[in-house]
Structure formats: structure tokens, C-alpha cells
């Protein structure tokens, strides 16, 4: 009797051991939603309400197939943790709707935004139809880099699971078009489909839109500070011309990042000897491009942190020469002289320029060294006091307007006072840049890569979460410790668990306004834009549900809207089963 009661109790004890805890059983729930409701053709979409009633109808957002590869890479990991054979049914789905995409673009390699009905897609001019037996469904033909890094990032991932050989030879052969097309136009996509020729990406790390110069781009810079310079200088054909040779340092390192991902992907699913030699001997061998992504990638972060100075000063240094070199021609066109004049002059204005660069970027680092200094911001305080002052001055002159203004100025000083740089960093990051880095870092680790690229991503790693270590990202947290050696009870780790905890189940797109209940940060977002972040972090059950909410910014004060669309936690579930994959969340947690 005792041997019969001790053996129901061992088996009870490990029914427990072994059973779902609550991240398993969150999993499980959203592994059956997104595979049931969010994926009709292949493409992971949202569901949104039609009118007051009850019907839904899928919402294939611009931004599908980014998003499909993040959920076929999270079905890989889900895969390689459970062996469940509906993961490499869901991957094996979505890929085909990678290649349909191809295919209605005519097989040039360019692979859309999202496919579906007119209804679904709008009316934009960027919505055409598919070619040949697709013409009864439309696709979006403004693709971006951001895409293509989902793209190959899940085909990436997904390719030693691949099944079917038939879906295996088209997959590769999707894959050789598109990276074909890269490496003929020197990491630029180009395409003509039927007479349309739309704008791409360009993945070289000198580039900067100069060959995208007209009006039309012209009026639509919204990225600061370069849509102050565009408010500046008002666009014409010579303004265009001298932009065109605007010839900046690389520092574009997530580009190149993106570019070692896509070519090592591809040299990985096709073989192709042709692209492997262009990787090794054109981007890695006389590019090195794992050196531009190593030094680079994270440049912004590196000049706010004051980290990787020497590679600093010489990037900044070359982004003075050259922007300087431009704004001396933007001066002689303003002053009427004759452009081949202004051009045959340019040697000469060289020597100028570069003494002004290096003196500029000699006080620029000077001046950020000095406000990471502890209290550096106080500075703010005590030219309030001298306004102050003068204001009261004014006021015994009766002149009320001017001291009033005064005081309002020095107000908004003090409220500077308490600030830091890493509050303005905060504020201006981009957090899709960072989304799009991560992906790229993940999507080379977890497949075979050349040593040198490897190596450069193990660099770049840490230096991407350092400025967001604190913010509990699930997914880059989980990322940066599988690869750097963290464990289980690491308080990174532990973090993104926690995030993970909180993740709502109700993934019911709903607005969040913070607004009237945080402080709000005193600087502007990287658009130019005042009071849309907070200071403090904002848990994620208090931010609106987003597909991949990794990449949202965690301060944002205002998000969401009331309109009930059934948003697709792609988030959650490549998180959580790249944790699981990497023995960072347990099956009963």
C-alpha cells in the first residue's frame, strides 16, 4: 500500500515538473490564434472590424512580410524546442506566400510589402496589381530594407526544415533572384514592374539618398535634423546636383549589417558560387564590410555614450568634411556664383573645410564629455537664475512683457536642469533601427556565417543593448544573453521574463493616453517633435498592442487607437520561443 501511495505521489510531483506554466499555456493560446485567424494566405496580417457589426476582415498592413519572417523564425525555435510538426506546417505556409509575392511581381527578385485584395490594400499608388495569373490580386510595391531583413531572416532560419523540395527550389531560387539583383546594382533593389519603376533601399554604407533628389523626396524629409536642412534650403535642379555628390564617411553600419545578412543567407540557401564569391571577395575582402558594421552600427549610441571614441571622432570628423563641402556650394549658389565656377573652386575651399571640420568635431566631443558628467545639466539652473535676475530688473522698469518672458524662459531652463543625455538619447532613438539591427544580429548567429561577419555581430551585441538594458525588451534581452553567456537567473533575463508575464492576452488594438499622468520628456523625438515621450518607462499592459511591440517606443505617451482590429502577438511568440530554444524561460514558467 505504501509503495502504491509513494509511486502516485512521484507521479503527481512530476506532473507538476513537467507541466505548462503560464508564458507555455500564453504561447500555446497565441500559436493557435495567429495560425487560425491571422494568416489566410500565408502572410501574417491583422483582423479589423467592417462598420458596427460583427465581421472582421484581415487588414494586410504594409508592413506583412517583415513581420511573417518574425513569425517563421518563431516557429523555427518553436520547432526546435518542441518538434510539434504544425511549426513547419505554419513555416512552410508563410513561405509560400513569400514566393507568390515574388512571383506576381514578375520573378525580378522584388518581393512586396503584403499581397491581397484591392479592399485590403486601399488605393494608394503604390497599390498595383500582380502580373500574369496574379492580376486578380494586388500587392504593395513599396518595399524597404526592413522587409527584406524579415525576409531573409526567416528564410534564413527556416531552411533546414523545409520539407517540400519543390517549396526548397523555389524558395532558393526567390532567394538567388533577389540577392542576384543586390549584387548587379551594388546593393541597391531595382526593378521595373509593367512601366513602374518603385523606390527600394540601398544597403551600401556611404549612401544617403543622393541619387533620390527632387521635389517630390525634397518635401517629404521628416527625419531631424535633415528636415530642418530641407526646410532651409528650398529644392532646385542645382541644389539637387550638389546634393548628388554629397560624399559621406561609411557610417551607415546598419546597412552593412543588413547587407552581410542577406548575401551570407543566400550564399547559405543557394550555393550559388557567383554570390559567394562576391560576399567573400567584394563586401568581406575589399569592402570589409564586417569591419564598417563592427565600428559603426552603432554609431549614434557610441557618440551619446562616449564609447569606440577613436572610430568617433574619425566618422564625425568625415560627416564635417563633407556636409561642409556641400554647404560651400549651397553658399556660392545663394550668392550667384556660376556653378562650374563654385565646382573649379571647390580644391581650394577644401583646406577651409577641413580645418572647420576638425575644429568642430574636436568641441563637439569636448561638449558631449562634458554633459555625461554627473550634474552636467545644471548648467541649465544657473543661467535660469541670471534671467531670472534680469528679469526682475525689467520689472522695476514696469516692463512687465519682456520680464514675463524672460521668467517663461527660465523656467523651462530649470526644467532642463534635472535632465541628462541619456533622457535626450532616449527620446531620439529610433527604436524600428534598433528592431532592424536585432533582427539582422539574430538572424546571422543563429545560422552558419563567416567567421569575420560572426565575429563583428558578437562585437556589435552588447553595444545595442546597452542603452536599452533597462527598458526589459523581451526580445533583444533574450537575444544579446544567448550569445553572451548569460544564464537562467541573470536580472536581464529575469527582466524579460517578467515583460513577458505582463504581455496581455487581450490583443485587442485600444488606446493608451499617459499624457495627463507622466512627466514628459523636455527633448524632441528623432522627428522634431515635442511632448510625445515620457521619462519613465511605461509597463507593457499599459501600451497598445502591437504586432511586434519590441520595436515600439516604450515611452510613448500617447498609443493605439480604440478601433477594436485584432492585432497578431508575433511579439510575444518569437520572444518566447527563442527563450525557450535558448534555456532562458522554462517550460513551467
Request: proline content about 4%; glycine content about 6%; aromatic content about 10%.
Amino acid at each position: 500500500m505504501r509503495s502504491r501511495i509513494l509511486l502516485l505521489v512521484l507521479m503527481f510531483a512530476g506532473s507538476i515538473a513537467i507541466s505548462a506554466g503560464e508564458l507555455a499555456e500564453k504561447a500555446a493560446k497565441f500559436d493557435r490564434l495567429v495560425a487560425t485567424e491571422h494568416m489566410p494566405r500565408g502572410l501574417v496580417v491583422n483582423l479589423q472590424p467592417v462598420g458596427e457589426g460583427e465581421q472582421l476582415r484581415h487588414r494586410s498592413a504594409g508592413d506583412s512580410t517583415i513581420w511573417t519572417g518574425a513569425y517563421i523564425a518563431s516557429q523555427v525555435f518553436r520547432y526546435r524546442v518542441t518538434r510539434d510538426d504544425e511549426a513547419i506546417i505554419n513555416i512552410e505556409k508563410c513561405l509560400r506566400a513569400f514566393v507568390q509575392l515574388h512571383d506576381m511581381a514578375g520573378r525580378q527578385g522584388f518581393i512586396g510589402r503584403a499581397f491581397g485584395t484591392r479592399e485590403e490594400l486601399g488605393n494608394g499608388s503604390d497599390v498595383v496589381p500582380g502580373v500574369g495569373s496574379y492580376s486578380h490580386l494586388f500587392f504593395k510595391a513599396d518595399t524597404s530594407r526592413d522587409q527584406y531583413t524579415g525576409i531573409y531572416m526567416g528564410c534564413g532560419l527556416a531552411w533546414k526544415y523545409i520539407r517540400d523540395d519543390a517549396l526548397r527550389q523555389e524558395i532558393s531560387a526567390m532567394i538567388a533572384t533577389a540577392t542576384h539583383n543586390l549584387m548587379n546594382n551594388n546593393l541597391a533593389l531595382q526593378v521595373d514592374i509593367n512601366g513602374l519603376k518603385p523606390s527600394t533601399f540601398n544597403l551600401n554604407p556611404e549612401y544617403a539618398y543622393q541619387d533620390r533628389i527632387n521635389p517630390e523626396e525634397w518635401a517629404k524629409v521628416d527625419d531631424f535634423p535633415a528636415n530642418v536642412f530641407a526646410q532651409a534650403f528650398p529644392y532646385s535642379e542645382r541644389l539637387a546636383r550638389i546634393v548628388s555628390r554629397f560624399q559621406p564617411p561609411a557610417v551607415r553600419g546598419g546597412e552593412a549589417l543588413r547587407a552581410l545578412l542577406m548575401f551570407q543567407t543566400a550564399c547559405n540557401i543557394t550555393g550559388d558560387e557567383q554570390l559567394i564569391s562576391y560576399l567573400e571577395g567584394e563586401l568581406l575582402d575589399r569592402r570589409e564590410l564586417y569591419l564598417v558594421a563592427s565600428e559603426t552600427a552603432k554609431l549614434l549610441e557610441d557618440v551619446f555614450m562616449g564609447r569606440n571614441l577613436a572610430v568617433v571622432e574619425n566618422r564625425l570628423n568625415g560627416i564635417f568634411v563633407a556636409v561642409g563641402r556641400v554647404f560651400v556650394q549651397i553658399m556660392a549658389m545663394r550668392a550667384g556664383v556660376p556653378e562650374s565656377i563654385a565646382l573649379w573652386l571647390e580644391p581650394l575651399t577644401d583646406v577651409s573645410v577641413d580645418c572647420k571640420a576638425r575644429q568642430l568635431t574636436g568641441r563637439l566631443l569636448k561638449a558631449l564629455a562634458f554633459l555625461r558628467e554627473p550634474d552636467s545639466f545644471q548648467m541649465f539652473a544657473a543661467v535660469a537664475e541670471k534671467l531670472e535676475a534680469h528679469a526682475e530688473t525689467l520689472r522695476t522698469f514696469n516692463a512687465k512683457k519682456s520680464a514675463k518672458k524672460l521668467e517663461e524662459r527660465a523656467k523651462r531652463l530649470r526644467s532642463f536642469a534635472d535632465s541628462n543625455l541619456d533622457e535626450f538619447s532616449d527620446t531620439m532613438r529610433s527604436y524600428v533601427g534598433c528592431n532592424l539591427g536585432f533582427f539582422a544580429l539574430m538572424g546571422i548567429l543563429e545560422q552558419p556565417a563567416d567567421h569575420r561577419i560572426r565575429q563583428a555581430v558578437l562585437a556589435i551585441l552588447p553595444r545595442a543593448l546597452e542603452p536599452i538594458a533597462d527598458e526589459g525588451n523581451s526580445m533583444y534581452n533574450l537575444i544579446e544573453a544567448a550569445h553572451t553567456g548569460r544564464k537562467y537567473d541573470d536580472p536581464l533575463v529575469i527582466a524579460a521574463r517578467r515583460t513577458l508575464q505582463l504581455y496581455p492576452e487581450d490583443q485587442t488594438s485600444r488606446r493608451f493616453d499617459h499624457s495627463g499622468s507622466m512627466r514628459h520628456s523636455l527633448w524632441p523625438d528623432r522627428f522634431g517633435r515635442y511632448g510625445r515621450q515620457s521619462v519613465e518607462l511605461i509597463p507593457i499592459d499599459q501600451r497598445a498592442p502591437h504586432i511586434f511591440i519590441w520595436q515600439e517606443p516604450p515611452r510613448s505617451m500617447i498609443s493605439g487607437a480604440d478601433d477594436q482590429t485584432r492585432i497578431a502577438p508575433v511579439g510575444y511568440l518569437l520572444a518566447y520561443w527563442y527563450g525557450r530554444f535558448h534555456n532562458l524561460i522554462k517550460e513551467n514558467d
